[in-house]
């Protein structure tokens, strides 16, 4: 029975350890940071950015963060260019979301998107084709002067 017992366990070991591997080489919990730069009203906003690259790190966005540095936010980068819809299930702080498109210019801004508490949770739609998603404090685009047709610029730190 033991050797039967160790022969099971051996071959589990074989068949998880791959997948476990596979889903972390996936799922990098280390974000990358970047800086995104709006050029808003001939004036230029540096923002620091975590980058979400994947669909896990799209998936877990902000999620359970109980605070936002001012200048900090999260830089969502997708493959293409299409209509984009976020929603706000287990962010606990309101966010403004910039949606960018190819050109790295500003298509559309919703401020002070709210938390979700509830089962059901509203989305948030581009309207617009985005290839890029900034989210940002809740205030930040008012208080910059962010405005849709606004440029930004990337830059890796």
Partial sequence: MSK??????????????PFILLLLLLYNPVLKTDQVT?????KDIIVNVEIADNVFKHQIGLMNRTSLDYNSGMLFVFQNERPRSFWMKNTLIPLDMIFVDSNLR???II?????CKTIACELY???????????VNAGFVDKEGIEIGDK?????V
């Fill in 38 to 42: 709006f050029l808003a009203d001939n």
């Fill in 4 to 17: 039967m017992l160790g022969f099971l366990l051996g071959i589990s070991y074989f068949l998880v350890y």
């Fill in 152 to 156: 930004i610029r990337i830059k890796q």
């Fill in 106 to 108: 500003i298509v559309n």
């Fill in 125 to 135: 739609p581009s309207g617009i084709p985005a290839k890029y998603v900034v989210e």
């Fill in 111 to 115: 401020k002070n998107a709210q938390p």
